[in-house]
């Protein structure tokens, strides 16, 4: 028997924030050195140089700036994005008229997580603005672009109201949501396709495949969004971070301003710390919530 769609919402949402957390936890100062490999791609030469020069400047605090808004932010986007998979899945059902226990297809699976990301991207874009201005601060008040401040969460949050009101907490929220769209679609797809293959391998059913098949398919479900969407992700943190200075062009100015002036080499500045970190971020994302998901579900069914 089903739980009550809004007792299933709270373990999905629950599971979410758990695998948020787990995702934060092994994965930060990979994600710090990929916001400063984006917004000062001339001033790294690789994602190693990059963590040993904070680490030599800023210290191992350094690598882990930000870590407060993005738990903030995976808790929050995951918490909303698992719950409105759940939710969304219960839509496609009734759109291709299954029942409501119908088990989808991994590409329909794959929709439901692509809508669902919409949901998600409006509350991820504030607390990911914090992150990445809190992770870039150093090099900002090194080249000269903004005096020195104070570099806390608190600091950030009161700087972006003063001066940019409310809206300037979604700064690069068009960008977050086409970014999301694909990636998400890539993300869920990939990760139930894996799944699937481990499976039918196993000859088992698909929740009952392992917690090493789980952190694979996580990590490849990762490897492919972050493949498809990273010139976007690019563009995201140099408007977030820029936007510091002023109001910053739209996405579309700025991916032509980055591409001409920088080549299109510098889209993809970064991109070797988040593939190295992608398998142990998704693959513990996905661990968190499907472990925590089934037990709380095994509560319910006693």
């Keep these: 028997m089903a739980p009550h769609p809004v007792v299933q919402a709270i373990i999905d949402l629950s599971a979410g924030a758990i695998g948020g957390a787990a995702c934060v936890f092994s994965g930060q100062p990979l994600d710090t050195a990929k916001v400063k490999m984006q917004t000062f791609p001339a001033l790294y030469r690789s994602f190693i140089h990059c963590i040993v020069s904070t680490y030599k400047h800023v210290g191992l605090r350094g690598l882990y700036q930000g870590t407060s808004p993005a738990l903030m932010a995976n808790i929050a986007e995951n918490s909303v994005l698992f719950m409105s998979y759940g939710f969304c899945q219960q839509i496609i059902r009734i759109t291709a008229g299954l029942h409501n226990e119908a088990v989808l297809s991994d590409v329909q699976k794959a929709c439901a997580g692509s809508v669902a990301s919409i949901f998600s991207s409006l509350v991820l874009c504030p607390t990911e603005l914090v992150k990445c201005r809190l992770q870039a601060m150093y090099e900002m008040e090194a080249s000269g672009k903004i ?40 993300f869920f797809g990939a990760y139930e396709l894996c799944r699937t293959g481990f499976a039918d391998y196993m000859k088992c059913d698909k929740d009952d495949i392992g917690m090493a098949p789980i952190v694979f398919s996580g990590g490849f479900g990762g490897a492919c969004l972050w493949l498809v969407v990273y010139p976007m992700d690019c563009v995201k943190s140099r408007i ?50 499907e472990v925590s998901r089934k037990l709380m579900m095994k509560q319910f069914d006693s």
């Design 147 to 186: 005096a020195k401040t104070e570099n806390t969460v608190w600091s950030v949050v009161k700087s972006i109201i003063r001066n940019e009101g409310p809206l300037g907490f979604f700064q690069g929220l068009t960008t977050t949501i086409a970014r999301e769209v694909p990636g998400y679609f890539c």
């Design 240 to 289: 977030q971070v820029m936007s510091m200075m002023g109001k910053q062009a739209g996405f579309f100015k700025t991916f032509m301003t980055i591409a001409r002036s920088e080549g299109v080499r510098a889209l993809y500045s970064g991109l070797t710390p988040t593939m190295v970190r992608t398998f142990p971020a998704n693959g513990a994302l996905f661990l968190g919530y």
